[in-house]
């Protein structure tokens, strides 16, 4: 392959997104990304949620989501299928929860989050099969410290987009730019060589000076580049570390399950969230166990957010476990909605979040001739157009990023060096 402007390791919502900003911006460019797997968007992007919202208590994030968000809604509006609807998310919440959350709500209220507020009566109303409140006579319920449900917040500009269609219009777009994208090829590492080289096996050696021209493929090829990104999600330590760079990330796992019965058809319409009478993405007050209706599928897909005990781990190709279904998410379910007592999943799968550990905001940096752009904590959908026009913005050399909307952003604020990001308070 003849030398490249630019390799994007990663065609997942990251690096088609980076891929899509950086063309746009700097047209006649070679720009390819190399993925591992047949498809874009086939890695951790394809095992989450589907699902976005703006509701964070970072500025950063809230920013980085918020306009990203718009960009969705706008090319929804335009008339491009992405899956969009606007249902909402619903975190609902025991007394002690409102608690410990009231300064952190009112702060995201004040930084522009919108958000609405459901009394327990107004639950209830609206979903009836819904057990507010937890009988103290319950031993499996005190057990498991399950509290009553006391308010429903509800983020307004939240929803669920398709992942796959997202990706590929990206990606689709890209490729009209003239961007090329090729499957079934995985980056082994970047390229590491002398400035000046000796035509010696052993090079690159201690003593010369060194930097990254490219990458080098699993099949022992290899491919020159002006610059590296590198956007390949939980994977990037594997690629990164065989050179010494540190990307700042690990990897914890997350596991989905489809539900699918009859019993679970007064989820399917639900009067009083929305325009779509659809069930909003729903939060459970324990253990963040949430729900997201597919209708078009006529099914329930359920999961859970890890905590303190899980293990950081990368998995080449992690598994959902029945045992984690079992004697974790069910047993909250069946207590909050007695409609899931008995049902058993239909189908799962699992996946890969790279965690930043230190403030839940992805790292976007470059070092050593390599763009990072990895660290999305989960929340790569809903940050993933922000991130695309930060990372462009980087590589053209510009301190300041401007986000969807005409909204300015500090391109070192995401950095190492200058990092200035709150860590994020408001947790699924």
Known sequence: MEKQDIVIVGAGIFGVAIGYHILKENPGKKVTIFEKFPTCGQGNTAKSAGAFRNVFSSKTNFLLADTSVDFYLDIHRQGHDIGLEQAGYLWLMSHSQLERN???LAKMQHN???LKFYEKEELKKIMPYLNTDIDPADEEARMMGLESIEKGVFGVKCGFVDADKLTRFY???FKKMGGQVIYNTEVAMPLLEPREKLGLECEPLIWQDVEITGVRLKSG???NADKVIIAANSWAPNILDPVGIDCMIKSVKRQMFVL??????PLMKVEGFN???ALPFTIFPKAAIY???DRIEGSVWASGHEHFGAPYLFEEDPKATDEYYDYNIYQVLRKYMPMFDGLKAANKWAGLYDMNTLDANP??????????AVGSSGSGIMKADAAGRITAALYAGRKEAELYGNRKFEVATLGLKHRNVEPEKFIL
């Open 102 to 104: 009231k300064d952190v």
């Open 112 to 114: 522009g989050v919108k």
């Open 171 to 173: 990606e689709t777009e």
């Open 221 to 223: 090829k290899t491919v």
């Open 260 to 265: 699918r019965s009859q019993k679970l058809a």
């Open 275 to 277: 325009q779509f009478n």
């Open 291 to 293: 729900i997201r209706v």
């Open 363 to 372: 790292y976007i940096f470059e070092t050593h001739n390599v763009i990072i």
